[in-house]
Antibody, heavy 122, light 109 residues
């Protein structure tokens, strides 16, 4: 079964750091681009970061650029999001997602995790 | 990174067809064919319904179709069913960003 399972969310103080993990199974992890998408409580979806299957080409939303770092470990089939200098506005459910195609379909992500909640508050 | 513009809500009766619009600009929807649509039920993760404007992933019902004209993409759902009631989000790619629309709540009456 193709599956993504996020972990690492929780309550953190403003200015703090957190690392999210996304464990992948059921597909060849190194073949697909991966993404983090977040959703603040009661709000819409927001692209946070995307990493290509080469592990080198990355995209960051302006709102997180310089504070968040996306990475992968192909030996562990795991996607990460290192978050630092966290702000109250980073409070959201964070989803990891797998791109549908190994190439093209640039905003098409077909497999999503269940999400992990990050709350930034003092 | 301005969001794409979607109507806040649409509604329809079972069996009817509805269309949700997604308006961007000549820098995103108007120039790239990388437009996707996602369905999200409350408390659930998004589900990919349409990609690259008009393509359906395997397993998605052919009642869902997508199109684009100029700077506006559209999602059409025909033969509305109760389970289609959800939030729908469009998304577009540009060379520098990826954006979602604000979302549309579909109510099946």
């Amino acid at each position: 079964e193709v599956q993504l399972v996020e972990s690492g969310g929780g309550l953190v103080q403003p200015g703090g750091s957190l690392r999210l993990s996304c464990a992948a199974s059921g597909f060849t992890f190194s073949t697909y681009a991966m993404a983090w998408v977040r959703q603040a409580p009661g709000k819409g979806l927001e692209w946070v970061s995307v990493i290509n299957n080469n592990g080198v080409n990355t995209y960051y939303a302006d709102s997180v650029k310089g504070r968040f770092t996306i990475s992968t470990d192909n030996s562990k089939n795991t996607l990460y999001l290192q978050m630092s200098s966290l702000r109250a506005e980073d409070t959201a459910i964070y989803y990891c997602a797998k791109r549908y195609c190994s190439s093209s379909c640039l905003v098409a992500f077909d497999i999503w995790g269940q999400g992990t909640m990050v709350t930034v508050s003092s | 990174q301005s969001a794409l513009t979607q109507p806040a809500s649409v509604s329809g009766s079972p069996g009817q067809s509805i269309t949700i619009s997604c308006t961007g600009t000549s820098s995103d929807v108007g120039v790239y064919n990388s437009v996707s649509w996602y369905q999200q039920h409350p408390g659930k993760a998004p589900k990919l319904m349409i990609y690259d404007v008009s393509n359906r992933p395997s397993g998605v019902s052919d009642r869902f179709s997508g199109s684009k004209s100029g700077n506006t993409a559209s999602l059409t759902i025909s033969g509305l069913q109760a389970g289609d009631g959800a939030d729908y989000y469009c998304s577009s790619y540009t060379s520098t960003t990826r954006v979602f629309g604000g979302g549309t709540k579909l109510t099946v009456l």
